[in-house]
Structures are given as structure tokens and as C-alpha cells.
């Protein structure tokens, strides 16, 4: 019988980890392999400059799901409406451009508001 690695991890959680040969990496994982401890991992940072960008496989057992943040900067939403686009993830790119028009309108009232 063969071992379930399956360790809650989905497809799209954030993660940050390290791989074999202790390098760090922060990205989010595209797929999981059911019976295999691995992980397959978007990279997105590291501090080798080969994996970002790429996709690698990581030991579940080394990464660390990250909490995901919702009050990002106008500056913050474009840059993932790029990484959306880059992606071709459309469902992605709907909520990230709903987010950044409420976060437009908010600063756009309060700015009106002070000029009052």
C-alpha cells in the first residue's frame, strides 16, 4: 500500500521553504503530488537568482504555509494584476482589479474629503 502524502497543502497557497541544498524560496505551489512528498513550487523569490520564475519541486516537509495578507497598496495590487496577467489566471485578475478600484475610490473620497 502506498502512503498518502497528501499534508493540506492545495494548489495556490503561499509558501515559503528550503530546499535540499538549504536554499531559500517563496512562491506559491501549483500542484501537489498525492503520493509523493513533494511539491511542485512557482517561485517567485530566492536567494538563488536560477529559481526565480521557475517552477521546482520542493519536500512538502520543508515549506511553511504563509498567512495571507488583504490590505495591500495600490502599488502592490498592480504588481499582482501583472503576475495575474503573466499567469493568464482571469479569475485572479477580476478580484485583484475590483481591489484596486475600491482602494482607488477610497483614496480619491478621502482626498476630497480633506480638501473640504
Known amino acids: 500500500m502506498e ?24 512562491g506559491y505551489i501549483e500542484s501537489i503530488e498525492s503520493f509523493n512528498p513533494l511539491a511542485r513550487v512557482k517561485v517567485l523569490f530566492s536567494d538563488n537568482k536560477n529559481f526565480i520564475g521557475r517552477t521546482i519541486r520542493i519536500d512538502k516537509k520543508d515549506i511553511e504555509r504563509q498567512t ?19 499567469t493568464r489566471d482571469e479569475q485572479w485578475f477580476m478580484e485583484l482589479t475590483i481591489k484596486l478600484k475600491r482602494k482607488q475610490n477610497t483614496l480619491s473620497f478621502s482626498k476630497r474629503e480633506k480638501n473640504n
Open 3 to 26: 502512503a498518502n502524502y497528501n499534508t493540506g497543502y492545495k494548489p495556490g497557497d503561499w509558501i515559503k521553504g528550503k530546499t535540499r541544498n538549504d536554499e531559500w524560496v517563496h
Open 68 to 86: 495571507v495578507l488583504t490590505n495591500y497598496s495600490e502599488g502592490e495590487l498592480l504588481n499582482f494584476i501583472d503576475l495575474a496577467l503573466s
